[in-house]
């Protein structure tokens, strides 16, 4: 069984992701000095974000240690509405000491694979280390469809093995995004799954207890090694999940 944590509402799942964020980002900073972390879009981040901007959570954190990244990107400028940078800056980053070097977002407004090498780019010369980089903690979301990050069914992107970022055209959102590769994000210390609603709930047991389906449900290939996989949901996304 997957190491799970069902929440009675969205709101509990929320708080329980953002105190879990102050721990990693604890143990990190005592560990290594900083803490370096890959947030993801939506609106269970969205809410997340906003308890640790406020007190007393946000005084629990050393931001000027903290690092964030993304796990993927829209093409679209940083002021979109559909930009997952603005959403964490305008919930989180604006109401957190977190300097602006410690900011490491995808351009979306360049061009696709352009702003995959220079996420890529980005990431060596941070991390410095010949193998795949360790995130502290990736933050990761649950489509309908089972596509997690912008790693969507029967793309290629879930077959890169060496890039740590890619440009992928998803023809069902009709949109250019760069994402995470499976490599990175499996190389991560800690990965959670932010999973509410009840429009998550067949896709949640199909990705955890169906066939093992990766190129049809992406976030089965999601299996951190030797890190930590966790996923937080709600009581009304594990609805079809037997107990």
């Known amino acids: 069984m997957p190491d799970m944590t069902v929440l009675p509402d969205v709101d509990s799942l929320a708080e329980t992701a953002a105190r879990y964020f102050v721990d990693r980002a604890g143990e990190a900073i005592a560990r290594g000095g900083r803490f370096a972390v890959a947030l993801s879009g939506g609106s269970t981040p969205r809410a997340m974000f906003a308890r640790l901007a406020a007190t007393p959570l946000r005084e629990a954190v050393d931001w000027p240690r903290v690092h964030v990244f993304w796990g993927d990107e829209r093409m679209v400028g940083p002021d979109d509405e559909a930009s997952n940078f603005r959403m964490a800056r305008e919930t989180l980053l604006d109401a957190v000491n977190l300097p602006a070097a410690n900011i490491h977002r995808i351009r979306g407004e360049d061009r696709p694979a352009l702003a995959a090498l220079a996420c890529e780019l980005d990431l060596r010369d941070f991390f410095r280390t010949p193998h795949v980089p360790v995130f502290d903690l990736v933050l990761l979301g649950l489509g309908d469809n089972g596509h997690t990050a912008s790693l969507f069914p029967g793309t290629a992107a879930l077959c890169e093995k060496e890039?740590?970022?890619?440009?992928?055209?998803?023809e069902v959102v009709g949109q250019w995004r760069v994402t995470f590769t499976v490599p990175l994000i499996n190389a991560a210390a800690h990965v959670a799954f932010l999973v509410a609603g009840a429009g998550k709930a067949d896709v949640l047991q199909r990705v955890l207890h169906g066939p093992h389906e990766p190129e049809v449900l992406p976030a089965q290939l999601i299996q951190p090694m030797p890190g930590a996989?966790?996923?937080?949901v709600d009581a009304a996304a594990a609805g079809h999940l037997d107990t």
């Open 163 to 170: 890039r740590l970022a890619v440009a992928q055209y998803v």
């Open 229 to 232: 996989l966790l996923w937080l």
